[in-house]
């Protein structure tokens, strides 16, 4: 509903839902092995590609916790807003991208959307002409990490609006 007087209009937003639980105190060790395994899957890749990685693919997940972390995140770290804006329409704004970034964005939807079959030969060839093994196996992942963080932001509805850049999950 909103209200409106000469000067103003005022919004009244539907309540923040609450979170299911606090998991990351509940099960601790599991978090902090999270917290781990996303330290090492970051390793040797550019903070501008992981970022826009796990920007995307919590846009195909419908994490709006992660959405709101990564994007808050990347622009912290110097990211343009259009970019992450198109983001959600990346095949039809391929200008906006390398072709580096186009075939990370490319095998994070084939990684991160598996119902559709197996990640297709050519979305891998075509990131391995891009990546070197090391560099890729990084790059999976990364993929594979922010998709477990998904889950469990999903899940346990983690809320968006609170994090604030340099602060770990």
Not at 72 to 89: F, H, M, N
Not at 98 to 112: G, H, I, N, R, W
Request: aromatic share 8%; hydrophobic share 40%; proline share 4%.
């Amino acid at each position: 509903m909103t209200t409106t007087n000469d000067t103003a209009t005022t919004a009244r937003y539907v309540p923040e839902q609450p979170a299911r639980m606090q998991w990351a105190q509940l099960a601790p060790e599991v978090y902090k092995a999270m917290v781990r395994l996303d330290t090492a899957a970051r390793q040797g890749l550019d903070r501008t590609l992981y970022e826009l990685v796990k920007i995307r693919a919590s846009q195909i997940n419908h994490c709006a916790f992660c959405i709101d972390m990564h994007s808050k995140d990347a622009l912290a770290g110097g990211e343009s807003v259009e970019r992450i804006v198109q983001l959600g329409a990346w095949d039809e704004s391929r200008h906006f991208y390398t072709e580096k970034e186009l075939a990370a964005l490319e095998l994070t939807e084939a990684v991160t959307v598996l119902t559709d079959g197996f990640v297709p030969d050519e979305v891998y060839e075509k990131a391995a002409k891009h990546f070197d093994e090391a560099e890729l196996a990084q790059l999976i992942s990364a993929i594979a990490v922010i998709n477990a963080w998904n889950r469990f932001g999903v899940t346990f509805r983690m809320a968006p609006g609170h994090h604030e850049p340099g602060r770990h999950k």
